[in-house]
């Protein structure tokens, strides 16, 4: 069975760092790209941040560009976001999210992890 | 980026009743859509993908059609289980995108 524990999540103050880690189980870690995706209380997802099987390729929505760092360890089997410089816009429940193609980025997502909120408030 | 937008943003349906939700992608997504449901305090659940293929496990009630930019998605005979929100998301082109979301209400 797969699954997905994030963790790390928490209140922040305004131009702080977060770190958010995604504890993977249950399929070959290293064979699949994943993601992050957040919802902000009470509105729509948000795709954030992606990352191929190997950790060679890398997307992120504009809106956290230069601010988020996706990496991931194939060893360990877990998936990080390095957030930095966050906003009152950021605060939302982050997911971890499995690609359903198998060494291909661009596919649908077809696990999540159970979510952790990240609240951004001085 | 490739711009989403589902419609209608919510309505009320009763149980039995066939509901179609659509989606239209700002620019030609060939068939790279996905479709979720997500129930309150639950993560989404992938329903449909490659525009039309039913994930396993999901009701046959279920159903998705559309390339290019327009897309549907069906419920045949709505069940009491299936009053959520539903999304749909693209993964032509990344970063991927998701639509607004359409709430599917009780009447």
Known sequence: ?????????GLVQPGGSLRLSCSAS???FSSYAMHWVRQAPGKGLEYVSGISN???TT???DSVKGRFTISRDNSKNTLYIQTSSLRAED???????KGRGLGVLSSPLDHWGQGILVTVSS | AIRMTQSPSS???STGDRVTITCRASQAIGTYLAWYQQKPGKAPKLLIYAASTLESGVPSRFG???SGTD???TISCLQSDDFATYYCQQYYNYPSTFGGGTKVEIK
């Open chain 1, 1 to 9: 069975e797969v699954q997905l524990v994030e963790s790390g999540g």
């Open chain 2, 71 to 73: 897309f549907t998605l």
């Open chain 1, 26 to 28: 249950g399929f070959t």
């Open chain 2, 64 to 66: 998705g059609s559309g």
């Open chain 2, 11 to 13: 309505f009320s349906a």
């Open chain 1, 91 to 97: 605060t939302a429940i982050y997911y971890c999210v």
């Open chain 1, 54 to 56: 190997n950790g060679g």
């Open chain 1, 59 to 61: 997307y992120y929505a």
